[in-house]
């Protein structure tokens, strides 16, 4: 248990960038102090430019912890795999189902490749999923709501992940930065991480979808395991002999080159 208030401050900068967001009550309750001393520490800690306070808690404000790709460098790298794997991951949907797309270029992929199905319910936390959905105008589209981070056109935080964990949908399907055998699934931006498992939860079947380039890498914070997973959709990048470590979930589909 942190003694000094250095200590304890460190405490609560390795807690936020741990889960992505904390709230200044379980802080309290996890290091014995009362919500006065949090605020203070977060106070502290908020000018060192080392969290950013909100909501009754704080994200992580490390630019390795908060910075991504921005989008329109995304969308260009490795499009026809994307493509690719969007059109198998659409294939899993039955008209008429609930899904939940999470943000990224080739989570934006199985957004596109849905323009054949009818009736689907689709719940986004990316903002350029929404608008390639609503382009189609054949389903019914809900944002999350949350924070923005706008280089990548993601909502996140606690009001995004809170509207997730009072869902059940029929399908997810996330992204990943990292996929490897030992540490499962990988982001690099932590405070994306409690949304991304609420979506794990909130849903019947769960699927990853990244390209063969995310392979083989750990980003730095774990979202689960591949057991967690009904699908890890890929393209056929990833070498034979290396396949058969991510198990019987994996699915590797061709890409026309």
Same mark, same amino acid.
């Given at each position: %248990?942190?003694?000094?208030?250095?200590?304890?401050?460190?405490?609560?900068?390795?807690?936020?960038?741990?889960?992505?967001?904390?709230?200044?009550?379980?802080?309290?309750? /996890? +290091?014995?102090?009362?919500?006065?001393?949090?605020?203070?520490? %977060?106070?502290?800690?908020?000018?060192?430019?080392?969290?950013?306070? %909100?909501?009754?808690?704080?994200?992580? /404000?490390?630019? /390795? =912890?908060?910075?991504?790709?921005?989008?329109?460098?995304?969308?260009?790298?490795?499009?026809?795999?994307?493509?690719?794997?969007?059109?198998?991951?659409?294939?899993?949907?039955?008209?008429?189902?609930?899904?939940?797309? =999470?943000? @990224?270029?080739?989570?934006?992929?199985?957004?596109?490749?849905?323009? =054949?199905? $009818?009736?689907?319910?689709?719940?986004?936390?990316?903002?350029m999923v929404a608008l390639c959905l609503r382009s189609q105008g054949?389903?019914?589209?809900?944002?999350?709501?949350?924070?923005?981070?706008?280089?990548?056109?993601?909502?996140? @935080?606690?009001?995004?992940?809170? /509207?997730? &964990?009072?869902m059940h949908v029929d399908w997810a399907f996330l992204g990943a930065?990292?996929?490897?055998?030992?540490?499962?699934?990988?982001?690099?931006?932590?405070? &994306?991480?409690?949304?991304?498992?609420? %979506?794990?939860?909130?849903?019947?079947?769960?699927?990853?979808?990244?390209?063969?380039?995310?392979?083989? $890498? $750990?980003?730095?914070?774990?979202?689960?395991?591949?057991? =967690? +997973?009904?699908?890890?959709?890929?393209?056929?990048?990833?070498?034979? &002999?290396?396949?058969?470590?991510? @198990?019987?979930?994996?699915?590797?589909?061709?890409?026309?080159?």
């Amino acid at each position: %248990m942190p003694q000094t208030p250095a200590e304890r401050r460190q405490a609560i900068l390795d807690q936020v960038r741990g889960s992505g967001y904390v709230r200044a009550v379980d802080l309290s309750s /996890a +290091l014995h102090v009362d919500s006065s001393t949090i605020r203070r520490d %977060m106070e502290r800690l908020e000018r060192a430019g080392l969290i950013r306070r %909100m909501h009754g808690g704080a994200l992580p /404000a490390d630019p /390795a =912890d908060t910075i991504d790709t921005p989008w329109e460098v995304r969308r260009s790298q490795h499009l026809a795999e994307k493509t690719a794997i969007g059109e198998a991951a659409a294939a899993l949907v039955e008209d008429g189902q609930t899904v939940l797309i =999470d943000n @990224g270029s080739t989570a934006h992929q199985v957004a596109a490749a849905l323009s =054949d199905h $009818r009736g689907l319910t689709v719940v986004t936390n990316d903002l350029m999923v929404a608008l390639c959905l609503r382009s189609q105008g054949v389903h019914q589209v809900h944002v999350t709501g949350g924070l923005l981070l706008d280089t990548v056109f993601t909502l996140v @935080g606690p009001i995004a992940t809170q /509207a997730v &964990e009072s869902m059940h949908v029929d399908w997810a399907f996330l992204g990943a930065e990292g996929v490897e055998p030992e540490a499962g699934i990988t982001n690099i931006n932590v405070v &994306e991480i409690p949304l991304k498992r609420a %979506m794990l939860a909130a849903a019947q079947n769960a699927a990853v979808v990244a390209d063969s380039s995310k392979f083989g $890498r $750990r980003s730095l914070a774990t979202v689960c395991t591949l057991d =967690d +997973l009904d699908a890890v959709i890929t393209d056929d990048g990833v070498p034979l &002999e290396d396949r058969g470590a991510y @198990g019987a979930t994996l699915r590797c589909v061709p890409v026309a080159r």
